[in-house]
């Protein structure tokens, strides 16, 4: 038969102690004998064939808890509102008899008047809980999870709300976010040069906000009736011929990763996220080719490699990796901080325009995208039909779109690798000194 043995049965078992031995009343009531406690019995005690609980005879509710293992620690033991507790004071030897004493006493004194340490502790990590699980970091990682996963943007969208939103709220309750804090996040992004940037954040947490209401974590969209920050005006920066010459130095200035990646943009015309996730499983021999899950419509394409084009890849120095990318700095990632490795070639630009002229040269703003503007302004510069330059860059609107899309099944292969091979053409001529001045024109 199992017994249980409180401070209160003490009476019973000195009734009983004559009657059985020391070593069997361990083992029946788990229990030592109410034997005076100190340090050194503490230490002495051996664990027997079940736990032992050795009373505390200082301090009333104290116990020692020996397991069979030869583990110690201390409990108190005590009654809040009719209700029993257990409170754990840590393992011993880390917490001594006089700490636990201190330890229990102070618990003992909040019991006495009305208190209920395990109960307030049991509370307070319930409160803890319910707070953790509103803060902004931990709401916007199960948006991610519920719903951005589900998105072909929803990468884009996760990373820019990790960089702008859970970098100065995460620590945050979203309950204590207000429309004043979204205008001020917002006018911090535009006021740094990035407008456009402001009012993609800006929609990017209004469908954030928005999931958190009909998730019922919140009543009302702190940005609902935000605005944008400013009108957008379309962008048509296209480098000048200079510019492309000192950009093409600049990147054998600055070198791997940002260098590679500029002539790459440059030469081939695609989109920064399809180059940056260029693999070596993607390119045979002069063609790459990319599948629909690459791209941003989704549509496979395949882009024909100039000489220059793979002269570039070739001075790659490769970094070893599950994925097999070509432009990374960790083998396992796609480059990050585009904006950081922009201001290094523009920086390295500037230099070289002022070296060139021999005085202070201020370059316009330019963006990595800008470079495929570039590419395609080029190719109409040389007489590339609008149809192949589309193909070129994978649109899909345009003279691509519509009746045309659906009946006009040609690949445009070759039109699309001589309208590359002279554009690298009249890259390396710039490069080289040539004037562009008699650009000779092919024709579709």
Excluded at 251 to 269: I, N, S
Excluded at 276 to 290: F, K, P, Q, Y
Excluded at 386 to 413: F, K, M, P
Aim: hydrophobic fraction near 40%; charged fraction near 25%.
């Amino acid at each position: 038969m199992q017994h249980c043995f409180t401070l209160g049965n003490t009476g019973k078992l000195a009734e009983l102690a004559p009657q059985v031995a020391p070593q069997a009343c361990n083992q029946l009531f788990g229990v030592e004998r109410m034997t005076k406690m100190t340090a050194v019995t503490v230490e002495k005690i051996k664990p027997g064939e079940s736990r032992i609980e050795k009373p505390d005879t200082l301090v009333k509710g104290l116990v020692l808890v020996v397991q069979t293992t030869g583990s110690k620690s201390w409990q108190l033991r005590y009654r809040a509102s009719g209700v029993r507790r257990r409170m754990a004071l840590g393992s011993y030897p880390d917490v001594s008899l006089a700490d636990a004493r201190k330890a229990a006493t102070e618990a003992l004194v909040v019991v006495t008047a009305g208190g209920d340490p395990v109960g307030e502790k049991r509370a307070e990590k319930v409160v803890a809980e319910l707070s953790e699980r509103d803060q902004v970091k931990n709401l916007v990682e199960q948006f991610a999870k519920r719903h951005l996963s589900t998105l072909r943007s929803g990468a884009t969208v996760k990373r820019e709300l990790e960089r702008h939103v859970v970098s100065v709220w995460g620590e945050r309750d979203i309950h204590s976010i207000t429309k004043r804090d979204v205008i001020d996040l917002l006018d911090g992004i535009a006021d740094s040069g990035r407008v456009v940037s402001a009012n993609r954040v800006r929609a990017y947490i209004g469908k954030f906000f928005a999931w958190c209401v009909e998730r019922d974590v919140i009543d009302q969209s702190p940005a609902a009736g935000v605005r944008p920050v400013a009108k957008e005006r379309s962008r048509e920066r296209v480098l000048s011929d200079d510019e492309i010459r000192w950009l093409w130095t600049a990147c054998d200035r600055v070198g791997q990763p940002w260098g590679h990646l500029g002539k790459m943009l440059l030469l081939t015309g695609q989109r920064l996220g399809e180059v940056c996730g260029m693999t070596d499983r993607e390119i045979d021999g002069d063609l790459w080719s990319l599948s629909g899950e690459r791209t941003k419509n989704g549509r496979a394409h395949t882009v024909p490699l100039s000489g220059a084009a793979l002269d570039v890849l070739a001075s790659v120095g490769r970094i070893k990796g599950a994925r097999g990318l070509i432009l990374t700095t960790t083998g396992t990632s796609t480059l990050s901080g585009y904006t950081k490795g922009r201001n290094h070639l523009a920086e390295a630009m500037a230099e070289i325009a002022s070296e060139e002229q021999g005085e202070p040269i201020e370059i316009d703003h330019w963006t990595f995208h800008d470079l495929r503007r570039t590419c395609a302004t080029g190719m109409a510069r040389l007489g590339i039909s609008v149809r192949v330059t589309e193909c070129v860059l994978n649109h899909v609107s345009g003279t691509g779109g519509g009746i045309v899309a659906v009946y006009q099944r040609h690949d445009y292969a070759e039109e699309k690798r001589h309208a590359l091979d002279a554009w690298a053409s009249f890259v390396t001529d710039l490069v080289k000194g040539r004037r562009a001045d008699n650009v000779v024109k092919i024709h579709a």
